[in-house]
């Protein structure tokens, strides 16, 4: 299995990496089209060939990045911290669609993925490396390794969200 593309990304890199994720979000899904005379917030909710709108990509990257986020308070907080199960299979987590209009789930992303940068760039260098346990899970887990998945896995999401807003347009 290769490595994926946030093996090696450093926290730093991770912060700006969830920093600019609201935007790229935004760009993907509120962006107007001429040729298009649909409402966004009903183009985002449209299910593509996955099976998911590209709203409930952005329900499950706001879900993804609010779990990590989370974690890494109970990290700075706690002298052996048992996280979330979720955090165990990042790829699988999704969460019910309140039906809340776009712009409010785009501002609610704005706002985890802001706290949960905030919280990268709080936790210390040693922290980063400090076996922490995932409930229901066997084994140790480094927040680093958190990190990473949680990055790549909300860049999935915006990918998704991408082709399933190409593919129902």
């Known amino acids: 299995m290769a490595p994926s ?21 935004r760009a993907v899904l509120a962006r107007p089209d001429d040729d298009e005379p ?5 183009l985002a ?4 060939p996955d099976g998911r709108s ?6 499950a990257a706001d879900g993804v990045l609010t779990l990590l986020g989370r974690a890494l308070e109970q990290v700075r907080a706690d002298a052996d911290p048992v996280l979330h199960p979720r955090l165990g299979d990042l790829d699988g987590a999704w969460w019910d ?19 949960t940068a905030d919280r990268i760039d ?3 260098n040693d922290e980063w490396v400090r076996p922490v ?12 390794e958190l990190l990473r998945e949680a990055v790549d896995v ?5 990918r998704a969200a991408e082709r399933t807003v190409a593919a129902v347009r």
């Open 45 to 48: 909710r449209r299910v593509g």
């Open 154 to 158: 909300t860049a999935r999401h915006l």
């Open 5 to 25: 593309a946030t093996s090696h990304l450093s926290p730093d890199d991770a912060a700006v990496a969830v920093r600019t994720f609201p935007r790229r979000f």
């Open 133 to 144: 346990r995932i409930a229901e899970l066997d084994g140790p887990r480094e927040p680093i």
């Open 97 to 115: 669609d309140p039906h809340t209009p776009l712009g409010g789930l785009l501002d609610q992303l704005d706002a985890t993925a802001g706290a």
């Open 54 to 59: 590209a709203a409930d990509h952005l329900l």
């Open 38 to 42: 649909v409402d966004a917030d009903e």
């Open 122 to 124: 709080a936790i210390a």
